[in-house]
């Protein structure tokens, strides 16, 4: 190979992997409902003083300290569209079963962290906080079918309040791209092994968002510990993306970030 075919075949490595990362850019939905805002990670929760993390009233008091709120939707065995995290019942109730193994009726004789509280439907909260703030809500998918996102959708489409989506799962927002292309989603990412996570080679491709090309999301939420990335900083940078940060846990954080991001996801503290 000359030295010229070799920087030929180099710009060329390069202009792909722009084009790979590169987001959503002409025809963008107005995003200007969510700016200006924090964002109260699963809801304004405290779990050692009784208000379990997505839980309704975590959502309510987010709602009414003005805080927007993130939180997380997933199926039940019996496709119900319920508001819960993790993909495991026993962090947070103490049943080593997934939640996708249980029915909604299941669910319910469970409680959250103890309380009285319990797992509460994505059609409960959207009653809750009524359009009081603006959602960012998690599509949670543990494989490539995109069930959640359709019964999700068919609830959230009765909403009158403002949201968004995101999800890690790049099909969950590549779904949105194609069946509801005026709704404001987001591609989730991280530095995975900052996070203490075994990166495979999947969560690689969505670490450094080589998944863009078939998402093109509105905005990409990553781990603050991730700021750095190259790929998500060209995406702010370069193509003028909307950044999300999270989980922001302390004021020291928050204003280490603000030069890298433009909304922030906050968990343990009361942003000033």
Not at 26 to 38: A, N, T
Not at 83 to 94: A, I, P, Q, S, Y
Not at 206 to 233: C, E, M, Q, W
């Amino acid at each position: 190979m000359t030295g010229w075919s070799a920087v030929l075949l180099l710009a060329g490595l390069v202009c792909f992997y722009f084009l790979m990362i590169m987001p959503h850019m002409f025809g963008k939905p107005d995003v200007s409902s969510f700016l200006g805002v924090y964002y109260a990670h699963r809801g304004l929760h405290d779990n050692p003083s009784g208000i379990p993390e997505n839980s309704l009233p975590a959502f309510l008091l987010a709602a009414e300290q003005g805080y927007g709120i993130e939180m997380d939707v997933q199926l039940t065995k019996d496709e119900q569209v319920v508001v819960f995290h993790d993909n495991t019942l026993k962090r947070v109730c103490g049943l080593d079963r997934a939640v996708n193994s249980m029915t909604y009726e299941e669910l319910e004789g469970l409680s959250l962290l103890g309380t009285k509280e319990r797992i509460p439907l994505l059609s409960e909260v959207l009653k809750a906080v009524d359009g009081r703030v603006p959602l960012i809500v998690e599509i949670k998918m543990v494989n490539s079918k995109t069930r959640v996102c359709e019964l999700a959708d068919e609830i959230l489409q009765n909403y009158q309040g403002h949201y968004c989506m995101e999800s890690f799962h790049p099909l969950a927002v590549y779904w949105y791209k194609r069946h509801r292309p005026e709704i404001v989603r987001g591609q989730l990412s991280a530095d995975f092994p900052k996070e203490g996570d075994r990166e495979t080679f999947p969560m690689w491709i969505v670490h450094h968002l080589l998944t863009n090309f078939i998402a093109r999301p509105d905005f990409v939420s990553y781990s603050h510990k991730g700021a750095g990335v190259p790929a998500r900083k060209i995406c702010r940078r370069l193509y003028h993306n909307l950044s999300v940060a999270w989980t922001i846990r302390s004021e020291a954080e928050l204003q280490a970030a603000k030069d890298q991001f433009d909304l922030f996801i906050f968990e343990g503290f009361r942003p000033k």
